[in-house]
């Protein structure tokens, strides 16, 4: 079992902890899919991320891999899958690796808590850790996945212009006003008189 | 200056290299506007972030405030503007903070880098962090605003249930398949045959 750039697993759940607000059951079992994806994937290779939830697994990687959100090299496609594709970044070949629901059955607590079987307050976060880090690999299902093309391509580098509209920089191909003035904000959040 | 759970500058540099990849710019730019945000919302509230780029700065959030993408309490709505809304996660009110792009310009490395107008083997990463820190808080421009009451219901914390086309748990919210049957992920990755 490797912990990334910890030095163990109480080292990881600590900083899961620290930087996630809990010691989230989905975090341990994104170490045993970064675990198995190191297994999986040839050696050397620079490791790109797609995860297919926005929750707690998304910082179990952001914290096991050099990928996070603010440097693209993980992605998000939320289908709401527990599911991560892990790639090489140059080929585009990779593994899916998602939850074995048949499996996740042998473990008791895991499945009680992943399908919310029972309340919160019932629940033993030891025993669904314990059950996690047993089951380890068996707890999944991978195949071997192609990255589209697209999604491999280099961001382009270009300098942002000001935006006519509201005076700030933003990339010149997201058109001739930036989105905030095309109302991609409206739905977020709207200007309060001072 | 605080630098949220980090001791130091130093520290919070040093875990920005280890978690986000490299020592960015864009990163000291988001502790300025973190500690702006705590000077201008009022104490002892739980803030929530929408963060208006997925570059550095995002990590920036993610480091210096409880907010993260997997836990939710940061949201990413992509304008491409270096911007960042804070706010009381209970009334939505809060503040929005953008780069002030005229005062920008009296930080020549800082201008020079964030604007692309030197390659990046001619900037001086020291020069531009020092223009940073030195231009501090006037280099941002800030404005109430209010959070819409939609962004601020808590997600509803339902079972997964199976999907009938990949057997994969999913929220049941999405459909009567899961997002990936329904063909969200055909633009990013594809099966490979074994």
Same mark, same amino acid.
């Given at each position: ?64 891999? #050099?990928? $996070? &959100?603010?440097?693209?090299? =993980? *992605? ?6 527990f599911a991560?594709?892990?790639?090489? @970044? ?8 998602s939850l074995n629901m048949?499996?996740m ?34 707890l999944f299902?991978?195949? #071997?996945? $192609? &990255?589209?093309?697209?999604? =491999? *391509? ?12 509201? @005076? ?27």
């Amino acid at each position: 079992m490797n912990f990334g750039r910890f030095s163990s697993y109480e080292g990881f759940l600590n900083e899961l902890e620290a930087f996630h607000g809990k010691k989230a059951p989905g975090g341990v079992l994104g170490l045993q899919m970064v675990n198995l994806a190191w297994d999986l994937l040839p050696k050397g290779i620079l490791m790109d991320v797609i995860c297919e939830t926005r929750k707690c697994l998304a910082d179990a990687i952001q914290l096991l891999t #050099p990928c $996070t &959100v603010g440097n693209h090299w =993980l *992605k998000i496609v939320d289908t709401g899958r527990f599911a991560v594709v892990f790639y090489d @970044k140059q080929t585009g070949e990779g593994v899916r690796i998602s939850l074995n629901m048949e499996e996740m059955k042998r473990h008791a607590a895991v499945n009680e808590w992943f399908l919310k079987l029972v309340p919160k307050k019932e629940q033993n976060l030891q025993a669904i850790l314990d059950g996690i880090n047993e089951g380890g690999a068996s707890l999944f299902n991978h195949c #071997p996945v $192609t &990255v589209d093309p697209e999604v =491999l *391509k280099a961001r382009p580098k270009v300098p942002p212009v000001i935006c006519p509209g509201c @005076k700030e920089a933003y990339p010149p191909f997201h058109g001739a006003l930036c989105r905030g003035c095309q109302g991609v904000t409206e739905a977020y959040f709207h200007r309060r008189p001072q």
